[in-house]
């Protein structure tokens, strides 16, 4: 058994999954509502909070599973990218743990266990395939044609798609996370109330900062009242202009490498009009689109085994040079 760890951003993750890619715990203390007030994850506060929460969440973790420390085999945990004081919390955690026992210890790239989200049990997805990975944090256009890794076909060269929601929905005078408050709001407007701009660049890349300074525009032209009342319809239409950029450049892409399988994961694959929009596609199951450790326990199948005890002087990165 993996045990997983995560803790990069606001979420305190543990988890246990089989060699096989059977989920037997997922635990994810989320720290969201202790951010909400600021509007946005504050680093500081989120280290602080994850060394209260580490340990809990791995003894809740094992119960959940009905597991002892002596039936795991391998701690996997995320290096990186992420807040760097949060990352640290985790990783040392992983090397205490796995030291303790004397198991190897496997360190996971963030954006690859939101790949590695496709590869568990009951229904896994088998490469190749092109996978939109979109987040709080990214925006890529992988081609996967191996569980160990991927090439990146395009990114975002401003805002991710999450930090978009982020921000509509801060604009809008939602709750932080935004996404998921735009995408339950977007339910009751018109998307095509509004007319948002969807970018498209050469190649592959996308560009989140145009929509995003329409709907600061927007919603200054109605005014406070105007805006308030309508909300909604300034939510769909925002949504639509996201989905409407994730859909075509994917489809591209996926036409460029030449797969006929497209694959959707993070937190925005939460989104149900873009769930609704690649038809066919395949989604990470909710529970894995945020952030959780059974993704990286998971890509810990894949990864690098560093050996009990070379892992002693391992790094954590907030994002790759
Ligand atoms: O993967 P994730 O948990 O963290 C990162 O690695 O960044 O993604 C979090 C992002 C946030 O920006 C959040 O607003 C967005 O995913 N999100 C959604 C939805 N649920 C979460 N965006 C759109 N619609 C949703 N239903
Ligand atoms: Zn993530």
């Keep these: 058994m993996i045990l997983g760890l995560e803790t990069s951003c606001d979420e305190t993750a543990a988890a246990l999954v089989t060699g096989s890619g059977e989920i037997r715990a997922n635990v994810v203390s989320s720290q969201a509502d202790l951010h909400a007030r600021y509007g946005g994850v504050v680093p500081e506060v989120a280290s602080r909070r994850h060394l209260e929460l580490v340990a809990p969440v791995v003894r809740e973790a094992l119960g959940e599973a009905g597991a002892t420390l002596d039936d795991v085999d391998t701690v996997a945990v995320t290096q990186g990218p992420g807040l760097v004081g949060a990352l640290l919390v985790g990783v040392s955690a992983a090397k205490a743990l796995a030291w303790a026992r004397g198991l190897p210890l496997v360190p996971v790239d963030h954006l690859h266990g939101h790949v590695a989200s ?57 709750g932080y996370p935004g996404g998921r408050e735009i995408d339950r709001l977007a339910r009751d407007g018109d998307p095509e109330a509004f007319s948002f701009p969807v970018a498209r660049l050469d190649g592959l890349d996308f560009s989140f900062s145009g929509v995003k300074t329409a ?43 030449g797969h006929d399988r497209i694959a959707v994961v993070g937190g925005v694959a939460a989104n149900s009009e873009l769930r609704e929009s690649l038809p066919g596609g395949r989604f990470a199951p909710l529970a894995l689109c945020t952030d959780n450790a059974a993704m990286i326990a998971s890509a810990g199948r894949y990864g690098r085994r560093l050996p009990y005890p070379r892992y002693l002087d391992l790094d954590a990165y907030a994002s790759r040079a």
Excluded: N, W
């Design 118 to 174: 496709l590869y568990l049990g009951p229904d896994p997805v088998e490469p190749p395939f092109l996978c939109l990975l979109a987040s709080g944090g990214h925006t890529l256009l992988l081609d996967v044609r191996e569980h160990a890794g991927y090439t990146v076909l395009g990114t975002s060269i401003d805002d991710a798609a999450g930090e978009a929601f982020d921000k509509g929905a801060r604009l809008l005078g939602l």
């Design 215 to 257: 709907l600061l525009y927007a919603v200054r032209d109605l005014g406070h009242e105007r805006a308030e009342e309508r909300k909604a319809d300034l939510a769909a239409s925002y949504q639509r202009a996201i989905v409407r950029a994730l859909v075509e450049r994917t489809r591209a892409a996926a036409e460029a490498v």
